[in-house]
């Protein structure tokens, strides 16, 4: 099964139990009524981003469904957490890109989203052979990556919190969610079951 579509997604959620602020979590993101399946960081080729609204409307209740998630959680108050998700797809569109999955302490989103946006295409840059100075800023690469003309795209997706005042558990989540191929078998018509009557049935047995 290779995907055709992704969509990016976030949440956070805070609870008395660390479990609970995970599903209020997956709540916020939409995804809390699927099968989850963290998998490793490659973009298929040619797959396609799509908003949330469209890739939800693809999954269903209880579908494995597979994912790459970032996820970060604290109980200490007033601590800040992230978690964070950045692709970079190549613009051939027979060569795969790279997801990146970052979490963290006292990272804003910004801040965040640049970072694993940064890890991804720097894993894609190396793989196409672009070159680079490895330890110039992201802004410097980025340039770099445009004059190449080898991206089509980067993304990237983040979600910090504040820990609760009161020590409650809060959780984080950063998600890119593989959305499968639709099959587009033909449902097949099933046949109008036969009425039985009184005189049919009678027929039925004098034959």
């Not at 660390?18 to 797959?47: W, Y």
């Not at 609204?53 to 800040?80: D, K, M, W």
């Amino acid at each position: 099964m290779i995907p055709k579509k992704v969509f990016f997604t976030k949440g956070v959620g805070r609870d008395k139990e660390k479990l609970r602020s995970f599903e209020l979590a997956l709540r916020d993101a939409g995804i809390q009524h699927l099968n989850l399946v963290n998998v490793s960081s490659i973009m298929p080729p040619g797959c396609k981003v799509v908003p949330r609204s469209q890739g939800l409307q693809e999954l269903h209740a209880g579908e494995i469904t597979f994912c790459v998630i970032a996820r970060n959680e604290t109980n200490e108050p007033n601590r800040l957490i992230s978690a964070a998700i950045g692709g970079a797809i190549p613009s051939d569109q027979n060569a795969y890109g790279y997801i990146s999955e970052h979490h963290d302490f006292g990272m804003t989103d910004s801040n965040a989203e640049d970072y694993s946006e940064d890890l991804a295409a720097t894993m894609l840059a190396s793989t196409l052979g672009v070159e680079f100075n490895p330890d110039a800023s992201y802004d410097e690469k980025k340039e770099v990556w445009k004059i190449s003309d080898k991206f089509v795209k980067t993304t990237s997706i983040a979600q910090s919190a504040i820990g609760d005042k009161n020590g409650l558990w809060t959780t984080v989540i950063a998600a890119v969610v593989f959305v499968p191929p639709q099959e587009e078998s033909k449902i097949e018509q099933i046949p109008q079951a036969r009425e039985i009557t009184t005189e049919t049935a009678k027929d039925s047995a004098q034959s």
